[in-house]
């Protein structure tokens, strides 16, 4: 008679975060440097992650956002490749009206910095590479096949073949969240009808860590400042432009850009890959479910004129491992019921908050009404005008505002 095959060996964790993105990876961090037994599971093998080459794509990381990245021992590596934002200028189209924030007006340090996407992942990578061991492993590259919710863990299988089990599993599997559907939660899905493009341009003039917020009636334009004489640009074009702009070779393009941007730069020229993304907004109807919670993008994904979507991802990281750390110290589940109630409503309230900012300006801006055209020029010279307005802005969008969790506040777990 055959020998029945050996059962495969299963290891234990506190937490499986599945996916190993930006938020994956400093959710994975924290929970390991603050003593969870913690697994990765990721499909990008950890090589390709390293060794990315540039792609244009940046993040704009807020000050809230950098304390965390600070904290977590990441911020250091990449802090001489970090663009610091100096001032804002938001304005319409060509009107003169504009509100100009500057830095100098609510301290020194930067209203943000830029950073691009590949030198996050490395700089997160290098540093969960170097926790990596008995608190933290890595299974990149490796994907989960099944999930089996139980009463005081969650069985996993994993598609090179391994299994674990897990006491809570984090879904930072993005927008498309295979663990969300997995485990019955719904989404509100809302189409913009608008395109996301991305480039990178070089410029005659520097940028002088100016970032500008411009915006049309067919979608608003952001140029961020980058290292050097360069700036990203996100253009959240409508359906109907984007079909003409994204068919034109560079230079025509960037003929379009120049159009829109003025002179400000001194003449442009494309300096990197364009990239579009049909953008669309994506809300989890809840965050957790037995055993399991959302971050990042698969919790949901905005609208990218504020830049925030990240930083509200590193908001939920900043929560989760707040809670999730406090409670092992203490020996309690950190996958229980009530644990996963107060990461829940910690999180959806500033969730619901920065939705409804970003998707109110994007349709106060995306149109030409006249009287919708009055109360723009009436709230922009309001803010404008009134110094504490400005600055109540400027806190909200340097993630400095609201219950922050403590990484946020730069101090350790
Ligand atoms: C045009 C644009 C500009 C933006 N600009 C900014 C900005 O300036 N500032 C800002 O804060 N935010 C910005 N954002 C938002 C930001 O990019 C996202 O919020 C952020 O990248 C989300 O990261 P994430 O790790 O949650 O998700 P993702 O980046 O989608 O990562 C998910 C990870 O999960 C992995 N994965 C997928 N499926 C599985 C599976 N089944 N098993 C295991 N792993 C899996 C993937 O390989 C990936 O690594 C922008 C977004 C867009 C579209």
């Known amino acids: 008679m055959a020998k029945a095959a050996d059962p495969q060996p299963v290891d234990s964790y506190d937490l499986a975060v599945i996916g190993g993105g930006l938020t994956g990876l400093a959710l994975a961090i924290a929970s390991a440097a603050g003593g969870l037994r913690t697994l990765v ?3 990008m093998p950890a090589a390709a992650a390293l060794a990315a080459p540039f792609d244009g794509r940046v993040t704009a990381v807020a000050p809230g956002g950098r304390r965390l990245l600070a904290t977590l021992g990441v911020w250091a590596d990449l802090a001489a490749e970090a ?18 924030y500057d830095h100098q007006s609510v301290g020194s340090e930067p209203l943000g910095h830029i950073v691009e996407n590949r030198t996050l992942r490395r700089s997160l990578l290098a540093r969960a590479q170097a926790l990596a061991g008995p608190a933290l492993t890595l299974a990149m590259p490796d994907k989960v096949v099944s999930v089996e ?13 391994g299994a674990a089990s897990a006491t809570l599993v984090v879904a930072a599997d993005g927008k498309g969240s295979m663990l969300r559907r997995l485990a019955g939660i719904d989404v509100l899905r809302w189409n913009y009808r608008q395109v996301g493009i991305v480039a990178t341009i070089a410029h005659a ?7 500008l917020e411009r ?30 702009l994204v068919p034109l070779p560079d230079d025509a ?10 002179d400000r730069l001194g ?13 669309s907004m994506t809300q989890a109807k809840r965050y957790t479910a037995p055993r399991l919670a959302l971050v990042g993008d698969a919790a949901r994904a905005i609208h990218p004129l504020a830049g925030q979507g990240w930083n509200l991802a590193l908001r939920d990281v900043g929560a989760l491992a707040e809670l999730v750390v406090d409670a092992k110290r203490v020996g309690l589940d950190v996958g229980s019921p009530a644990l996963l109630a107060r990461y829940e409503r910690w999180r959806r309230f500033d969730s619901l908050a920065l939705i409804a900012v970003t998707d109110g300006l994007n349709r106060l801006f995306g149109n030409d009404l006249l009287p919708l055209r009055l109360v723009r020029e009436l709230g922009l010279g309001l803010v404008e005008r009134t110094p504490p307005l400005k600055r109540f802005f400027m806190h909200h969008a340097m993630g400095l505002l609201g219950d922050l969790p403590r990484l946020m506040r730069g101090q350790a777990l």
Do not use: C, N
């Not at 663009?83 to 100009?100: F, K, M, N, Q, Y």
């Not at 919710?149 to 073949?161: D, F, H, M, S, T």
């Open 215 to 244: 915006f049309f009636p067919d979608g608003p334009l952001a140029v961020l400042p980058m290292i050097g004489q360069r700036s990203s640009i996100v253009w959240a074009a409508q359906e109907r432009l984007a079909r003409d």
């Open 149 to 161: 919710p139980e009463a005081q863990a969650v069985q996993l299988r994993l598609a090179g073949g």
């Open 253 to 262: 393009f960037a003929e379009e850009l120049a159009e829109r941007i003025g």
């Open 41 to 43: 599971v990721e499909p």
């Open 83 to 100: 663009a610091p934002i100096e001032d804002i200028i938001v304005g319409e189209r060509d009107s003169r009206l504009t509100v100009h």
């Open 267 to 279: 003449e442009i020229s494309l300096a990197g890959p364009r990239w579009h993304y049909p953008l």
């Open 205 to 211: 003039q520097p940028h002088g860590g100016l970032a």
